[in-house]
């Protein structure tokens, strides 16, 4: 079964500061997609991030930014400028066919 | 206002007492999924439905039952629940596929005693 695998399980950020979570993951699909969803307290999945694997350009959203590296199924995510309201759990997902994996995932806490 | 919304949002039962969780969205989406969130182990698929009709297994079936009757609808059928079934549950629906952004529900609590 195709696996994700996000390596920290938790992460603290100085406000202001950058931060890089980590995910891999497996697949055997030529064509896939990869995300970031991030968990605050309220519970709420929130999109974070897209990436389409045959697209070579890492994409970005505001201060969100990934790392892919296809050849290593590396998909890291960067958080540039860190503010309190991203503290929140966050988790990589692929998909797999038409499901949808989801690592284990990250508690991310930011300090001021 | 686009949502996705779950029914009960914290239940409390027991073994073996069937349970149904519902499940409804409102933007037109073919593509809905019910996920369980354990600690540790981060959100698994337990069934999909491609449309109305359509459903399949995700990578934590056993022990639930769905249907798509509705487009809008797919609820979650626990028939005879266990302890291990104890779990924040998740509905989500996107446009057409797995590929789309998927819009969550905001959870159920379930415990089974």
């Known amino acids: 079964a195709q696996t994700v695998t996000q390596s920290q399980p938790e992460m603290s950020v100085q406000e202001a500061e950058t931060v890089t979570l980590s995910c891999t993951y497996d697949t055997s699909e030529s064509d896939y997609y990869l995300f970031w969803y991030k968990q605050p307290p309220s519970r709420q999945m929130i999109l974070v991030i897209r990436q389409e694997a045959y697209k070579q350009q890492n994409a970005t959203e505001n201060r969100f930014s990934v790392n892919f590296q296809k050849a290593a199924k590396s998909f890291s995510l960067k958080i540039s400028d860190s503010q309190l309201g991203d503290a929140a759990m966050y988790f990589c997902a692929s998909t797999a066919g038409n499901k949808l994996v989801f690592g284990a995932g990250t508690i991310l806490r930011v300090k001021s | 206002e686009a949502q996705v919304t779950q029914n009960p949002r914290y239940l409390i039962t027991v073994t073996g007492k069937k349970l149904t969780v519902t499940c409804s969205q409102n933007m037109n989406h073919e593509y809905m999924s019910w996920y369980r969130q354990d600690p540790g182990l981060g959100l698994r698929q337990i069934y999909y439905s491609m449309n109305v009709e359509v459903t399949d297994k995700g990578d934590v079936p056993e022990g639930y039952k769905v249907s798509r009757k509705e487009k809008r609808n797919f609820p979650l059928i626990l028939e005879s629940p266990s302890p291990n079934q104890t779990s924040l549950y998740f509905c989500?629906?996107?446009?057409?596929?797995?590929?789309?952004?998927?819009?969550f529900g905001p959870g159920t609590r379930l415990t089974v005693l």
């Open positions: 989500a629906s996107s446009l057409s596929t797995s590929r789309n952004e998927q819009f």
